[in-house]
């Protein structure tokens, strides 16, 4: 039972124009006699070659060069007579004038002078051009300013920079450089901020903790290129299908399966056919004791955030649920079907909600409180039921098993346009940054451009309906009906230039029904499925921390604490 779905070889002359050289004795063969085009051409240059070539045979610039002295020559020319005599006098008329017109006489003179003597002024004025501002900043008591300066650089510009002096060296050592580097990366990126919490060593970075200090310059020197051995794993680890797997049997009493999920890093929230709500805790994977109980049709969407759990159901209800409590605090009646999806942010944009039915609309909701949800407005458009809705602040993009997707304007609530190519209809969509990624019961997951409408890639590769996805700015993860897992290359996908067929870089396979929803993130895959399982695929504990020392040490640096 199905409620949810409906779904040249050429001749080198030597410098200068010099003529053919002289004609090689008998007993010597030229360059290209009996030398096959594949031989190694080493040119020597006879001692008496030159000898043997008279000074009429140069070219004027060969006879110029000769008479061109070295720059060490030059440096010790004796000064002329005349030059002494003139030079004092010259030097009291330039001192004489204005800075600009010292400027613009000393541009005339260098334009009067030969090539070679340009080489000799831009010799002398180079090192005076420059300016070590980083050991000169400290100096003048301005050390903060040198390390903000390097605290822009990247890791590899860093090491390049501590190599330039002892002075340079000691400015990154002293400002911390590399922890703030680490606590750069921490800020902005969700990997290294999950790595840090998942490994511990974000004990050691940002304000310390009152009594306590923290390490000094060399371990975070030592951290950071432990932390990028960490990350090479986990991409290995994916790339790899390399994993630990967790298992949680659901027991449903009725009817078996888990049709939708999400978690956190504490907890799984699951909705089942058996008409519940379940929740899990992450580290023992134990059940709370707590089950949602009021819905009487499947669970096939919900969705929740730090207050509210909200749930749609076969039984056409959308419910609201205390996430701390469990209390059921409000109920909207509005589809006539089963509710299909929905999707809900409730600080931004004043508190907004989208729900889909099997009774072809969508309803557009204003959240001012959990027990206070209006409805706005409802879009109707699609021809077959809307099994799956998303939207930011500029769309909102519904999917049906009319084959189509629909953007619509998430102010006004006006239609945009359709995106049009999947030949049957579609189960599933993600929508983010300008990309739309869906998936449909013709087999097939499209990559399309919301802007424009265009469908950018097709993958091809699961045997039955894809049923879910979901995708960030690596991957795209899909789960089916032929109870498989997959993992495609986003980036790749998005380069025209890439075989079709080196897309996929995994297939998982554990499953042993039809996976209804998944979810993921750096680390790790949940999925869920008709087996009444939830899975989850940990890319991360692979490979232990203790595998690399540096954890080791700081494992063994934090254990008095936690004793």
Request: glycine share 6%.
């Amino acid at each position: 039972m199905m409620e949810e779905m409906e779904v040249s070889n050429e001749s080198v002359v030597g410098a200068g124009d010099r003529g053919p050289p002289p004609p090689a004795p008998p007993g010597d063969r030229g360059p290209s006699e009996g030398m096959g085009d594949d031989e190694d051409i080493n040119v020597d240059v006879r001692e008496d070659t030159f000898s043997q070539t008279s000074i009429e045979e140069l070219s004027p610039a060969e006879k110029t060069s000769l008479n061109t002295p070295t720059e060490m020559e030059r440096d010790t020319f004796e000064p002329s007579p005349k030059y002494l005599k003139e030079r004092d006098v010259c030097l009291d008329n330039f001192s004489g004038w204005t800075e600009q017109d010292q400027i613009n006489f000393v541009k005339e003179l260098i334009l009067t002078m030969h090539h070679h003597q340009h080489g000799a002024v831009n010799a002398f004025l180079k090192p005076m051009l420059q300016r070590d501002f980083i050991s000169l900043l400290p100096k003048k008591g301005l050390d903060h300013v040198a390390e903000n300066i390097l605290s822009f650089l990247d890791a590899r510009s860093l090491c390049a920079a501590e190599l330039v002096s002892k002075e340079w060296n000691r400015v990154i050592s002293e400002g911390m450089l590399w922890k703030k580097l680490i606590e750069r990366k921490v800020n902005t990126d969700s990997l290294w901020r999950g790595l840090a919490e998942r490994r511990g060593w974000i004990e050691c970075l940002f304000k310390p903790k009152p009594g306590e200090t923290h390490r000094d310059h060399s371990f975070y020197r030592r951290l950071y290129p432990s932390i990028i051995k960490d990350i090479e794993n986990i991409e290995d680890n994916w790339r790899c299908g390399k994993h630990n797997l967790q298992r949680i049997n659901c027991r449903s009493e009725n009817s078996k399966g888990v049709y939708c999920l999400q978690y956190d890093d504490h907890k799984i929230v699951s909705g089942l056919r058996d008409n519940t709500i379940k929740m899990w805790d992450r580290q023992t994977l134990q059940q709370h004791n707590k089950v949602l109980t009021g819905h009487t049709g499947s669970v096939l969407c919900l969705q929740y955030d730090e207050k509210v759990i909200i749930s749609g159901s076969s039984d056409s209800t959308v419910r609201v649920w205390d996430v701390e409590t469990g209390e059921m605090v409000n109920t909207l009646i509005h589809h006539c079907e089963a509710v299909l999806h929905l999707s809900f942010k409730f600080r931004a944009f004043n508190g907004m909600m989208v729900t889909c039915s099997k009774d072809r609309s969508i309803a557009v909701w204003d959240m001012v409180s959990p027990t206070e949800i209006n409805l706005r407005r409802v879009l109707v458009g699609h021809r077959a039921a809307v099994n799956v809705v998303d939207f930011d602040d500029k769309y909102i993009v519904s999917a049906s098993g009319d084959r189509t997707i629909k953007v619509w304007s998430t102010n006004s609530c006006e239609f945009v346009r359709t995106l049009n190519g999947h030949k049957r209809g579609i189960a599933c969509l993600q929508y983010q940054n300008k990309l739309v990624v869906s998936g449909s019961s013709d087999n097939t997951i499209r990559i399309w451009d919301i802007e424009s409408g265009q469908c950018i890639r097709v993958l091809e590769g699961h045997e039955e309906l894809v049923r879910c996805i979901r995708f960030d700015s690596k991957r795209i993860v899909s789960g089916a009906y032929d109870g498989k897992i997959k993992v495609w290359d986003l980036q790749a996908a998005l380069d025209p230039r890439t075989p079709a067929g080196t897309l996929c870089t995994r297939t998982l396979v554990e499953h042993s029904g039809r996976v209804f929803r998944l979810q993921f993130d750096e680390f790790q895959i949940v999925s869920s499925s008709h087996d009444d399982t939830i899975l989850i695929w940990d890319f991360l504990n692979c490979s232990p921390p203790e595998s690399l020392p540096l954890f080791s040490e700081l494992r063994a640096h934090r254990a008095p604490t936690l004793t």
